[in-house]
């Protein structure tokens, strides 16, 4: 839910090759600093950190269309270094599925990110200052969640006067298709009826991402509680957990 | 998910002409179908760019079951319908871009195998990228395998039912707590073994 699942054409160009140009700057300035040995030795975890990324986006959650991202718990596991080509690699592969468009694949690397950076701090802030494991696993969760819906809003909400030029087109094709239109309408209504609608999309959104952020929070903290008892070092955590 | 195991398949067992073109020209392909919806604001040219998408796609002999893959997103495009004011022009207009979309790579993916594709994408992308893209993939189906073992546990323990949502919740968290785990043990094996096999930030691929 929170990243972008636009097919390509819907965004304007300037928009997603803005996208695509941070992605890859921020890419390069954080292969520039990290070192190589590290990250040619992580990469095997990193892959397959994206890997069940990629499994956890195909389990869909039929009724409000929702699928788990497991972002939070693959940036605190991989690091907020190594979350950032992670999740793009993983748009990279579900864009070839069709889940989200290719074009978009940087403005949803960014994304995605956001949640999985958010994630870490969030988990490490929460973490210092409650040590309940459930709890600051759940809220680092939803708050990265929750940022993150709010760039993907940011982003869809940047192309608005995109969407009324593509909305204007109407019938300027060679069919043309006239089929909400009448003959002696007058252009002020027609422009009316074709307005750019950000709060109903923002309405619908909000309430059906606050549902997927409850469950990715709750389902979070149950595997990272699942994870502590077997393998706690995986979390890295200082001090005792209650 | 599953269909990947068999998309891989058609990719590489299928016989037809566009199996045989060489990749680098079918993502040349794709490139100019997603040059053709980023520029095409029309319904007519996206109905005639989707009309001649089936008509590839029936010639190319992917199985018909392979088809239903292309409607996904079409699933997310509603969302975003929402934005319009149910203007039926941008409807039909986002819904056409999505479609003539994943079916351009559909059919890619269903005549191409995969680390054909990324061996292309590695003459312009960055090693480490393309590695990473190639380490994910046979990550993929580790994960399927041990995702469909854990099916069984899953299933002696409830399941998922939406009558006991509490318990659901706790067995798909432990199925994706185990998947993570156990995937964290193969990647320290992978790595051992690719450095037991002279691994240098580089994964070669020779196409055959």
Redesign the interface.
């Known amino acids: 839910m929170s990243h972008i699942?636009?097919?390509?054409?819907?965004l304007p160009?300037w928009l997603w090759v803005s996208g695509l140009i941070i992605t890859i700057l921020l890419g390069a300035i954080l292969?520039r600093f990290s070192k190589?040995e590290e990250?040619?030795?992580r990469?095997?975890?990193?892959?397959?950190?994206?890997?069940?990324m990629?499994?956890?986006a195909?389990?869909?959650i039929v009724p409000i269309?929702y699928h788990?991202n497991?972002t939070v718990?693959s940036g605190i596991?991989l690091g907020p270094s190594l979350i950032f080509?992670?999740t793009?690699?993983?748009n990279?592969?579900l864009?070839?599925?069709?889940?989200?468009?290719?074009?978009v694949i940087g403005l949803n690397t960014i994304t995605l990110s956001v949640e999985g950076v958010f994630g870490y701090f969030l988990f490490r802030f929460f973490w210092r200052v409650s040590k309940r494991l459930s709890l600051a696993i759940f809220l680092a969760t939803f708050l990265a969640l929750f940022a993150s819906t709010l760039s993907m809003i940011g982003v869809?909400g940047l192309g608005t006067s995109h969407?009324e030029e593509?909305?204007h087109?109407?019938?300027?094709?060679?069919?043309e298709?006239k089929?909400?239109k009448e003959k002696g309408e007058d252009h002020k209504g027609a422009s009316e009826?074709?307005?750019?609608?950000?709060r109903?999309?923002i309405s619908?959104?909000l309430p059906l991402g606050f549902i997927g952020w409850l469950?990715e929070g709750?389902?979070?903290?149950?595997?990272?509680?699942?994870?502590h008892r077997?393998?706690p070092d995986?979390l890295r955590l200082e001090g005792k957990t209650s | 998910?599953i269909q990947l195991s068999y998309l891989d398949y058609i990719a590489v067992e299928g016989k037809s002409f566009f199996h045989r073109l060489s990749p680098g020209l079918k993502i040349f392909g794709?490139v100019l179908i997603?040059f053709g919806?980023?520029?095409?604001?029309?319904?007519?040219?996206l109905?005639l760019l989707y009309a001649i998408l089936l008509f590839l796609f029936s010639i190319s002999r992917i199985p018909f079951r392979i088809f239903s893959?292309?409607f996904?997103?079409l699933?997310?495009?509603?969302?975003?319908i929402?934005?319009?004011?149910f203007?039926?022009?941008?409807i039909?207009?986002?819904f056409l871009?999505?479609l003539c979309?994943?079916t351009g790579?559909?059919l890619l993916?269903a005549t191409t195998p995969y680390p054909m594709?990324f061996g292309v994408l590695g003459k312009f992308l960055?090693s480490?990228?393309v590695?990473?893209?190639?380490?994910?993939?046979?990550?993929?189906f580790?994960?399927?395998n041990v995702?469909e073992e854990t099916q069984h546990a899953l299933y002696f323990r409830g399941g998922l039912q939406w009558r006991h949502p509490w318990r659901s919740?706790?067995n798909?968290?432990?199925v994706?707590?185990?998947?993570?785990?156990k995937?964290?043990d193969?990647?320290?094996k992978?790595?051992e073994s690719?450095v037991l096999r002279g691994f240098k930030?580089k994964i070669h691929y020779r196409g055959e």
């Open positions: 699942h636009l097919p390509d054409g819907v160009v292969f190589k990250l040619t030795r990469l095997p975890l990193l892959g397959m950190m994206a890997a069940a990629v499994i956890g195909s389990v869909e269309a788990i497991l718990i596991l080509l992670a793009f690699v993983v990279m592969i864009a070839l599925f069709g889940h989200g468009g290719i074009t869809v969407y593509l909305i087109q109407d019938g300027k094709g060679i069919l298709f089929l909400s009826k074709g307005e750019v609608n950000l109903r999309f619908i959104i469950l709750v389902i979070t903290a149950l595997m990272a509680r699942y994870i077997l393998r995986l | 998910m794709v997603l919806i980023v520029t095409l604001r029309n319904l007519s040219g109905i893959l292309t996904y997103p699933i997310f495009a509603i969302l975003f929402f934005i319009s004011g203007q039926i022009h941008f039909l207009l986002v871009k999505a979309g994943s790579i559909v993916l594709i960055p480490l990228l590695t990473s893209f190639f380490l994910t993939y046979r990550s993929i580790i994960l399927l995702l919740l706790i798909i968290s432990n994706f707590g185990h998947l993570i785990i995937g964290i193969a990647s320290e992978m790595y690719m930030n």
